[in-house]
């Protein structure tokens, strides 16, 4: 069965510092990746998606993600990290082959903490 | 224009109570998804509408639960009888259409808060 791993719970970086927030899925096929955002009390906002082409997708916010087939990876990434960057972070995959299934699944969420 | 909405956005009942939630998707997307969010379960597929298709239903988790959307556009999730373990925020999302694809860009409503005491 597919599924999503963000293996960080809680990062904390400071702010102007770089940050990479790590997922990996199981999938046999191209998948189709995405990345949400949720701030708190807020409902999820897409960041960014990819579906193929190139492997480098640029998103809203700043934010970069980059597409690894033999790492089975879909790492999240901004250069320079913003106060209001604090939120929880989602990673998911379209379920069924070539997300044909329709819905998605995702990681258990990163939640990013931001030091003045 | 309007995104996904739902109401209530907080809703309190006590166990044992029926309790229905509302979303109305963004207009003219074909397809609506229900997800559950609770802690320690992260986001939880329930139920997925796509245009006039049966709905595929194998994300809920009991038969306690269920849902429908008329007219190809507000839908109502159902819980009857709910306990304490139905405690979470209910997501909402829509997307153009389902399946794979660009297409498939899912928008998500702020969701419900249900507690069940």
């Known amino acids: 069965a597919q599924s999503v791993t963000q293996p960080d719970i809680h990062i904390t970086v400071s702010e102007g510092a770089s940050l990479e927030l790590r997922c990996n899925y199981s999938?046999?096929?191209?998948?189709?990746l995405f990345w949400y955002v949720q701030s708190p009390g807020q409902g999820l906002q897409l960041l960014l998606k990819?579906?193929?082409?190139?492997?480098l997708v640029q998103g809203i916010k700043g934010f970069e993600a980059e597409f690894k087939r033999s790492q089975s990876s879909f790492n999240l990434r901004k250069p320079s990290v913003h106060w209001s960057d604090a939120a929880e972070y989602f990673c998911?995959?379209?379920?069924?082959?070539?997300?044909?299934?329709?819905?998605?699944?995702f990681g258990k969420g990163t939640k990013l903490s931001v030091k003045p | 224009g309007a995104g996904v909405s739902q109401s209530p956005s907080n809703k309190v009942t006590e166990k044992g109570k029926d309790v229905e939630l509302r979303c109305d998707p963004i207009?003219?997307?074909?397809?609506l998804y229900w997800y559950r969010q609770s802690l320690g379960q992260g986001l939880e597929f329930l139920i997925y509408?796509?245009?006039?298709?049966?709905?595929?239903k194998s994300g809920l988790p009991s038969d306690r639960f269920s849902a429908e959307r008329t007219g190809g556009s507000v839908s109502t999730l159902t819980i009857q009888r709910t306990q304490q373990e139905d405690s979470a925020v209910y997501l909402c999302?829509?997307?153009?259409?389902?399946?794979?694809?660009?297409?498939?860009?899912?928008?998500f409503g702020p969701g419900t808060r249900l507690t069940v005491l």
């Open positions: 509408f796509q245009g006039n298709s049966a709905p595929d």
């Open positions: 999938y046999g096929a191209t998948p189709y």
């Open positions: 998911a995959v379209g379920a069924g082959y070539g997300g044909s299934q329709g819905n998605l699944i």
């Open positions: 207009s003219g997307h074909t397809a």
């Open positions: 990819y579906f193929s082409g190139d492997t």
């Open positions: 999302a829509s997307s153009v259409r389902g399946g794979g694809g660009a297409h498939n860009e899912q928008f």
